[in-house]
């Protein structure tokens, strides 16, 4: 019997869990299934669908929490297990089309990238599964109790569903493998495409010349009777359409032109009053010369091709020819405006090498020759393509516009522009440097042998990349040049948009050399994003290759584990900043509109103002981390450095911030508030993170740290309020009646307007002296800060009022020292002349300590 309770409960278990099972893995669930069906027959016992249904709720809810999540991941996989096989089709398909192949290999890089996102998404799972398993333990062995029923049945369900995720990886892993291997062999076959295409070689000989020219009048006349029946149906049966595109292709034309002429004039001009233009104003109108007619005419070519097409005005045949025949036209342009604005065959003002003025016509009609010829050999390979001609034909015109080209090279190497420093343009041009000389003959030579030795492709790229990625990198070149200029110091003011900024905003020139090293830096920028990715193009590589690669620069560069994305710290620099300017309108709007209403204290302004500011600045920070794909957990390691730093180094940078806090939150003292500390005495005029600013009565700035202010005492002249007591010490000779001195001083105390009533002024008789006798003025001011200037005020009416009552004298009573034999007489016979007067003297009297304490008043004052 006890054997067969175990048989029982075990398949109870099993089938527990072949049913939880069976909504998210069919395999699993049949392997579950399997094992359970002996002990079913070997037991039928009747209580166990009695005991299934409880067993199985537990499982259940489980199971339904987990199974969402794995049946997503499995679809995932299994579109992306059928998308690889179809774009493996398309790859041996398209084995000849370097376009198609680019654009399929971008489809495998994405489809790679959702393989491992729906592996990605499963790890927390399996996480959560792991740690739960731990939790669990293992089973009882032998001899030891057993375990509850649910928590077998959540162990063997959790083992299960971690079986189906690794299941799950695993099948993620060699799909990924597999995407990775149509990934490359689509860009070996590329390879190989390019390779073949340019070393393909071709017989030479005079039969084929001779099939050349042959064909040639036939494509002629296919070409004629093509365009002529095309104009003919477009204009018996299309006219409408066909004028309206024509006119919407001329508006474009006159918009782009009217609209870069206008926003663009001052890099255009070149006027002929400008003889001695700078350099940097040569450059820029160089570079903008060539680069604005490229943009509008590409435009133009764009449009036109646009609206023809749109309107079905173009046939199949027609449309690959014009599309040709505008893109040539641009590079034709492009050149053009490129050579113009270098050598400037007409104005040597405007001339950007030191070449003399034939030299500079002659290099002119040579290069713009070399590039007729090579976009008309182009325009002619397309037109046999899209008439279906001979190849033959392609490759006889290829062989002639490559002879011509090398030609043309070989005979620049003549031409005689170079000028010594001292002479004038007009004068006769000296030879190339050796260098030079050879490298054109060489270069010239080599394109005509490699043509007449059969590989007549090859020395069209050669010649097409001579022509088109030379100009590209000369406009490069200026460009970079440019903006080397505008950011040179001084230079930006020189400028139109320099001097616009200037009139406009009141700028000076340190924020003028501030932006045109912005500028300069925004040149570079776009020199590079523009001039790098048509270079990629002249060299074989698709559109789809560099908006990849873009792609990946900006979102996945790896160093080693880490995987940083441009974009995404770009997103974090600019969530940042926005916050800053957020943090300080805040500031500004609180401060200016909340506190200035509410007729709060400077000081409790102050503190509010700097704690949103710590508070704004913070988020920010957080913020722009988490916009930048930062994991703020991963700054744990880096908050431990800093505590153990703490500990050593920067104990006192954070005690002094600490300190700081607590000065803005306590306030024991606030800007604007007068303090003394030590030897130190001023206003409070900023409290930031680490120190506190202290300005002297001498006007001298003291950065006093926090933590000093904190541990030390701080006398607060103004803390609670300004009301003060300050003292006047006078001293009168005692032939003076000390009661009317003290009525006196009283009068002239209650006279002063700022002196308060209450608490009233008060007269101490303080002190004998050996001469004198000494009296105290105590005086309440409603503001400490003008007790200086109403000890002033008092001292003169002292001295007035006491001079005509008689009081003293108007100088200070001198004593000299004298032997007792003198003073004898003079004591037995006194001379009423020379009768001392009492002398009224604040703060005259330095060896009296009442007068020490009275200076130290005026000094506060």
């Known amino acids: 019997?006890?054997?067969?309770?175990?048989?029982?409960?075990?398949?109870?278990?099993?089938?527990?869990?072949?049913?939880?099972?069976?909504?998210?893995?069919?395999?699993?669930?049949?392997?579950?299934?399997?094992?359970?069906?002996?002990?079913?027959?070997?037991?039928?016992?009747?209580?166990?669908?009695?005991?299934?249904?409880?067993?199985?709720?537990?499982?259940?809810?489980?199971?339904?929490?987990?199974?969402?999540?794995?049946?997503?991941?499995?679809?995932?996989?299994?579109?992306?297990?059928?998308?690889?096989?179809?774009?493996?089709?398309?790859?041996?398909?398209?084995?000849?089309?370097?376009?198609?192949?680019?654009?399929?290999?971008?489809?495998?890089?994405?489809?790679?990238?959702?393989?491992?996102?729906?592996?990605?998404?499963?790890?927390?799972?399996?996480?959560?599964?792991?740690?739960?398993?731990?939790?669990?333990?293992?089973?009882?062995?032998?001899?030891?109790?057993?375990?509850?029923?649910?928590?077998?049945?959540?162990?063997?369900?959790?083992?299960?569903?971690?079986?189906e995720i690794n299941a799950l990886t695993g099948r993620a892993e060699n799909l990924s493998v597999e995407a990775k291997k149509l990934a490359n062999g689509i860009t070996a076959t590329r390879r190989a495409l390019f390779s073949n295409t340019l070393l393909r070689h071709t017989e030479i000989s005079a039969a084929t010349l001779a099939e050349a020219v042959t064909t040639t009048i036939g494509e002629t006349q296919a070409l004629s009777r093509s365009l002529g029946s095309w104009l003919t149906f477009a204009w018996n049966y299309k006219r409408v359409p066909l004028l309206i595109a024509i006119f919407l292709s001329?508006?474009?034309?006159?918009?782009?032109?009217?609209?870069?002429?206008?926003?663009?004039?001052?890099?255009?001009?070149?006027?002929?009053?400008?003889?001695?233009?700078?350099?940097?104003?040569?450059?820029?109108?160089?570079?903008?010369?060539?680069?604005?007619?490229?943009?509008s005419a590409t435009a133009f070519a764009a449009s036109s091709y646009f609206f023809l097409n749109s309107f079905n005005v173009l046939r199949p045949d027609i449309a690959p020819i014009l599309a040709v025949t505008l893109a040539v036209g641009v590079v034709l342009l492009f050149v053009t405006s490129l050579a113009q604005a270098v050598l400037s065959p007409r104005q040597a003002n405007w001339r950007l090498v030191r070449v003399s003025d034939q030299g500079a016509r002659m290099l002119f009609i040579s290069i713009v020759a070399m590039a007729l010829v090579n976009v008309l050999d182009y325009l002619a390979g397309r037109i046999s393509e899209s008439l279906g001609s001979p190849v033959i034909l392609t490759v006889a015109k290829s062989l002639v516009a490559s002879i011509i080209i090398g030609l043309i090279l070989m005979s620049m190497a003549w031409i005689r522009p170079m000028l010594r420093q001292d002479e004038p343009f007009d004068a006769p041009g000296r030879p190339w440097p050796?260098?030079?000389?050879?490298?054109?003959?060489?270069?010239?030579?080599?394109?005509?042998?490699?043509?007449?030795?059969?590989?007549?492709?090859?020395?069209?790229?050669?010649?097409?990349?001579?022509?088109?990625?030379?100009?590209?990198?000369?406009?490069?070149?200026?460009?970079?040049?440019?903006?080397?200029?505008?950011?040179?110091?001084?230079?930006?003011?020189?400028?139109?948009?320099?001097?616009?900024?200037?009139?406009?905003?009141?700028?000076?020139?340190?924020?003028?050399?501030?932006?045109?090293?912005?500028?300069?830096?925004?040149?570079y920028a776009l020199v590079l994003l523009f001039f790098i990715p048509l270079i990629l193009l002249q060299w074989g590589f698709q559109t789809a290759d560099i908006e990849s690669w873009a792609y990946r620069v900006l979102t996945e560069i790896r160093i080693g584990t880490i995987t940083i994305s441009l974009v995404g710290l770009f997103a974090g620099v600019l969530f940042f900043a926005l916050g800053f300017i957020v943090t300080r309108w805040v500031q500004r709007w609180i401060d200016g509109n909340v506190m200035a209403r509410?007729?709060?204290?400077?000081?409790?302004?102050?503190?509010?103002?700097?704690?949103?500011?710590?508070?704004?600045?913070?988020?920010?920070?957080?913020?722009?981390?988490?916009?930048?794909?930062?994991?703020?957990?991963?700054?744990?390691?880096?908050?431990?450095?800093?505590?153990?730093?703490?500990?050593?180094?920067?104990?006192?940078?954070?005690?002094?911030?600490?300190?700081?806090?607590?000065?803005?939150?306590?306030?024991?003292?606030?800007?604007?508030?007068?303090?003394?500390?030590?030897?130190?005495?001023?206003?409070?005029?900023?409290?930031?993170?680490?120190?506190?600013?202290?300005?002297?009565?001498?006007?001298?700035?003291?950065?006093?740290?926090?933590?000093?202010?904190?541990?030390?005492?701080?006398?607060?002249?103004?803390?609670?309020?300004?009301?003060?007591?300050?003292?006047?010490?006078?001293?009168?000779?005692?032939?003076?009646d000390p009661r009317r001195v003290i009525d006196l001083l009283q009068e002239i105390a209650a006279a002063h307007p700022m002196v308060l009533r209450n608490p009233s002024p008060s007269v101490g008789f303080t002190a004998f002296g050996d001469e004198r006798m000494t009296f105290e003025l105590r005086i309440y001011v409603a503001d400490v800060l003008t007790a200086g200037n109403v000890r002033n005020d008092i001292r003169v009416s002292i001295y007035e009022r006491f001079r005509d009552e008689g009081i003293g004298a108007p100088f200070p009573l001198k004593i000299e020292d004298t032997t007792p034999e003198e003073e004898a007489p003079a004591e037995a016979e006194p001379s009423p002349a020379q009768e001392p007067e009492p002398t009224a003297e604040p703060e005259e009297a330095p060896e009296s300590a009442p007068s020490r304490v009275a200076k130290r008043g005026s000094r506060r004052g």
């Open 1 to 163: 019997m006890h054997l067969v309770g175990k048989l029982t409960a075990v398949s109870l278990a099993v089938l527990t869990a072949a049913v939880a099972l069976a909504g998210s893995g069919p395999a699993i669930a049949q392997q579950a299934t399997q094992p359970a069906q002996p002990a079913q027959q070997t037991q039928p016992a009747a209580p166990a669908p009695q005991a299934q249904p409880p067993q199985q709720d537990q499982p259940d809810d489980g199971a339904a929490t987990a199974s969402p999540a794995l049946q997503q991941a499995e679809e995932q996989l299994a579109n992306a297990d059928r998308e690889l096989k179809l774009l493996g089709e398309r790859v041996e398909k398209a084995r000849e089309d370097d376009t198609l192949l680019a654009e399929l290999k971008v489809q495998v890089d994405a489809l790679s990238g959702q393989i491992i996102t729906a592996t990605v998404a499963m790890r927390p799972r399996l996480e959560e599964i792991k740690a739960r398993l731990t939790e669990l333990g293992e089973p009882p062995g032998e001899g030891q109790p057993p375990e509850a029923a649910i928590v077998t049945e959540e162990r063997k369900r959790l083992i299960a569903e971690r079986g």
């Open 250 to 295: 001329l508006c474009a034309a006159l918009i782009f032109l009217a609209g870069s002429r206008r926003l663009f004039a001052p890099f255009l001009r070149q006027n002929g009053d400008e003889e001695e233009p700078n350099y940097f104003r040569q450059l820029s109108v160089a570079f903008w010369s060539t680069v604005i007619p490229t943009v």
């Open 434 to 523: 050796r260098l030079v000389w050879v490298s054109l003959l060489l270069m010239g030579a080599a394109l005509i042998a490699i043509a007449l030795a059969g590989y007549v492709g090859l020395a069209r790229f050669i010649a097409t990349q001579i022509i088109v990625t030379g100009a590209i990198l000369v406009t490069m070149y200026i460009g970079i040049l440019t903006g080397k200029s505008v950011s040179r110091q001084g230079a930006f003011a020189e400028t139109v948009p320099g001097r616009y900024l200037e009139r406009r905003f009141n700028l000076e020139q340190v924020a003028l050399d501030q932006i045109g090293l912005a500028a300069g830096l925004g040149i």
């Open 598 to 736: 509410s007729r709060v204290d400077a000081g409790v302004r102050n503190s509010i103002r700097t704690g949103i500011g710590y508070v704004g600045v913070g988020l920010a920070g957080l913020i722009g981390l988490s916009a930048a794909g930062i994991d703020l957990s991963s700054l744990a390691l880096v908050a431990g450095a800093l505590s153990l730093g703490v500990g050593f180094g920067l104990q006192n940078i954070v005690s002094n911030f600490v300190s700081g806090l607590i000065l803005l939150v306590e306030r024991p003292f606030k800007v604007g508030d007068w303090i003394v500390s030590g030897t130190t005495e001023g206003f409070v005029r900023r409290i930031s993170v680490r120190a506190t600013e202290i300005e002297t009565f001498q006007h001298q700035s003291i950065m006093m740290p926090n933590s000093l202010l904190i541990n030390a005492s701080v006398g607060n002249w103004t803390h609670r309020n300004k009301l003060g007591r300050s003292e006047i010490t006078v001293t009168v000779t005692y032939a003076s």
